[in-house]
């Protein structure tokens, strides 16, 4: 809790049917711990801050000498460190459209739909709701995610992550996009 | 303390080796050992007065007069000092002062990396070279010394003269296997 003066309001204490446990709940709960933290505030004065680590780029794999394992090594951190940070992005996107669902689907009967798969409201393809778009966003997100990093194991390796993106261009020179299935290896057709 | 607890049992026993004497003087108690239950009590006075109660106190005291630090964004141009990216009190106090920092020991590994890379490329190397040496086999390594073996024999077969001249002819020289003779000179 930052250090301010405002009091915090206590969340549905106003209620008109659980007004009076919420505000036994913050008495007995939250209250004590507010005074005592203001307590300490008032003998510790200013708090110290702290900061998130940046690290700076550095070559990524496709840059590295075949020999050079010092570089090699930092990329493969780095890479490491960009798998972390993009699950977490796909984490963020995944809570955004969970908390849009949870908004729009209204309480009480309203939020009663006949049970089904999905979500209680309508994100099908095609709809123009306004969860749809962040579904959107968040399973592209996905699929890329996949792409970059799917099935590679626990444990992948920067070099592992780049052979794969040159296996894939390679499938998609020879048979198309994945996804249009695989060309069979006919004889040539043009020595006719 | 355990000199304490152990005096309180010895004060509860008394030794008599050779005779009771009709039981005066006291007597040896027959009862099972207290040794593991002193040993424990020991332990734990041990323990909680020399570690839990002094590290409590200072982490109790560096949470009450300096706590927490709150997260902030970093300013622009500012390169945070290592102990400003921890949020507990006695954390930042270690990295300030014990730890090394994390660049410190990511760029000693980095240097380690490179080290090992130099040795095993050596290794790679050798191994390399005596590969494409046992394909002929007919190869002179870098350990071959070229040798006069002319002279060399020549100069043993005068020192073997020589010392027929003081010895005499043994016999048993004429035994010598015909290879030994034209054998290469060992160094």
């Known amino acids: ?192 | 303390m355990a000199i304490l607890s152990r005096l309180l049992n010895v004060a509860k026993t008394t030794v008599n080796p050779v005779r009771s004497m009709g039981g005066i003087g006291g007597q040896v108690q027959n009862r099972p050992s207290r040794w593991n239950y002193d040993i424990f009590k020991d332990h734990i006075h041990f323990y909680v007065m020399l570690g839990v109660v002094p590290l409590g106190l200072a982490v109790l005291f560096a949470n009450i007069y300096e706590g927490p630090a709150v997260l902030k964004p970093i300013p622009e141009g500012y390169v945070p000092q290592e102990h400003e990216y921890y949020r507990s009190p006695v954390t930042r106090w270690f990295v300030k002062y014990v730890y090394p920092s994390q660049q410190q020991s990511y760029e000693q590994h980095l240097c380690q990396v490179w080290e090992e890379q130099k040795v095993t490329n050596m290794y790679q190397l050798m191994r390399e070279v005596k590969r494409v040496q046992k394909i002929h086999q007919d190869y002179k390594g870098w350990y071959v010394r070229e040798v006069d073996h002319a002279s060399y024999l020549r100069a043993s077969m005068k020192n073997h003269s020589i010392y027929e001249d003081t010895v005499g002819y043994v016999l048993g020289d004429e035994e010598v296997p015909k290879e030994k003779a034209e054998n290469v000179f060992r160094y």
């Open chain 1, 1 to 192: 809790m930052a250090a301010s003066d405002k009091d915090e309001f206590p969340v549905y204490t106003n209620h008109p049917v659980f007004g009076g446990i919420a505000t036994l709940g913050y008495n007995i709960f939250a209250a004590p711990a507010i005074w005592f933290n203001k307590k300490l505030e008032a003998i510790r004065g200013e708090p110290q801050a702290f900061y998130h680590r940046r690290y700076p780029r550095v070559p990524t794999i496709d840059e590295c000498y075949r020999d050079d394992v010092v570089c090699r090594f930092e990329a493969n951190q780095q890479f490491m460190r960009d798998k972390l940070v993009e699950g977490q992005m796909i984490d963020i996107l995944r809570q955004r459209f969970n908390e849009c669902v949870f908004y729009e689907k209204g309480s009480g009967m309203s939020a009663y739909v006949p049970l089904h798969e999905g979500a209680p409201v309508d994100v099908s393809p095609g709809s123009t709701h306004q969860c749809r778009a962040v579904l959107e966003a968040f399973e592209k997100a996905n699929e890329n995610f996949f792409i970059k990093y799917g099935e590679l194991g626990k444990f992948p390796t920067a070099e592992q992550c780049y052979l794969k993106q040159k296996h894939r261009l390679m499938w998609e020179r020879r048979h198309g996009p994945v996804g249009t299935g695989m060309k069979t290896d006919e004889p040539a057709a043009s020595q006719e």
